[in-house]
C-alpha cells in the first residue's frame, strides 16, 4: 500500500459493491461489529471501503469506525438511490450537491470534480439527494417527496454519513445510481429484505416472501438482474471519481 491516505467508501450492501469489488486488486478483508471492511487497490489508488448494512444509525456507525481506523482523505457515500423526478432513468447517476432529510435538516456538499468532466458523461446529474428512514415504494409519494424536498433522489444512508464527516472534519462527497425510478412501484417485500443484517437473514426473508407471495420470486430476480447492473454503473464512475476528486 502507498503512504498516502486511503480514498473510504461506503456501501449499505453488498450488492452495490460488489463492482467496485470486482475492479479492486490486492484486497484485504476484515469483518467486525456489524459490518465488512475491505481495503485494496484500485487504478494504482489506495481505498478502503465498508459495507454497513441498511439505515441510518448503521451507516454512521460504519463511517465512524473507518475513519478512527484508516484515516481516509476522503469519504464517498455509495450505492442506490430511488428516483424522485423524471429526468432520472434507471442506472442514471447523481452526485449530489445538496443534501436533505424527510425531517427538513439541510446540509451542503463540496464538489471537486470540474464540471465540464461531468458534463461529458452520459446520465450523469448534480442535484439535492433526500435521504429518508424506510424505502420509498410508490411513485405517488416519490413524487410527493421529490416536490416538497426539491430533490432529485432518495436514499438511507447518505445523510448520516454526511454528518458524520462534519462532525469529523472530514471531506465527503455522495454519488448515487438509481435502481428504480420516480414511476416505478417497488414490491412489498423490499424493506423486509433491506432489514436483515446477514445474508442468512436475507435468504430466510426471501425464502418468507416466495412463500406468502409466490409471484415475488419474479420480482426478486429483476431487482437482482437490475441491482448487478447498477453495481457495474456505480463503479465505473466511482472509478472515474477517483481519478478527479480529494
Not at 494504482?44 to 481506523?69: C, Q, Y
Not at 424505502?135 to 410527493?144: F, G, N
Not at 416472501?209 to 419474479?218: A, D, I, T
Request: proline content about 4%; overall charge positive; aromatic content about 4%.
Amino acid at each position: 500500500m502507498s503512504p498516502f491516505l486511503p480514498f473510504g467508501v461506503v456501501f449499505a450492501l453488498e450488492i452495490e459493491s460488489g463492482g467496485l469489488e470486482d475492479r479492486m486488486t490486492d484486497v484485504v478483508t476484515t469483518r467486525a461489529h456489524g459490518f465488512v471492511v475491505r481495503q485494496g487497490s484500485l487504478k494504482k489508488h489506495d481505498v478502503v471501503l465498508v459495507i454497513s448494512g441498511a439505515g441510518r444509525a448503521a451507516a454512521a456507525k460504519a463511517t465512524e469506525a473507518m475513519i478512527d481506523a484508516h484515516r481516509p482523505e476522503c469519504v464517498l457515500s455509495a450505492g442506490f438511490a430511488g428516483g424522485l423526478s423524471d429526468a432520472l432513468k434507471r442506472h442514471d447517476i447523481l452526485m449530489a450537491d445538496r443534501l436533505a432529510d424527510t425531517a427538513g435538516n439541510r446540509l451542503s456538499v463540496d464538489l471537486k470534480v470540474d464540471p465540464a468532466s461531468l458534463s461529458r458523461r452520459p446520465g450523469v446529474h448534480v442535484g439535492r439527494l433526500l435521504t429518508a428512514d424506510r424505502v420509498i415504494r410508490r411513485p405517488d409519494e416519490k413524487r410527493s417527496l421529490g416536490r416538497r424536498h426539491e430533490a432529485m433522489a432518495i436514499d438511507l444512508e447518505t445523510f448520516a454519513v454526511a454528518e458524520v464527516c462534519r462532525r469529523r472534519e472530514v471531506p465527503f462527497l455522495a454519488v448515487r445510481v438509481i435502481n428504480d425510478t420516480v414511476d416505478e412501484e417497488l414490491p412489498p417485500d423490499v424493506g423486509h429484505l433491506l432489514a436483515q443484517k446477514t445474508l442468512s437473514g436475507r435468504l430466510g426473508a426471501a425464502v418468507g416472501s416466495v412463500w406468502r407471495r409466490p409471484g415475488s420470486f419474479k420480482d426478486m430476480y429483476r431487482l437482482r438482474e437490475n441491482a448487478l447492473l447498477a453495481s457495474e454503473r456505480l463503479a465505473e464512475f466511482i472509478t472515474f471519481l477517483r481519478q478527479q476528486i480529494c
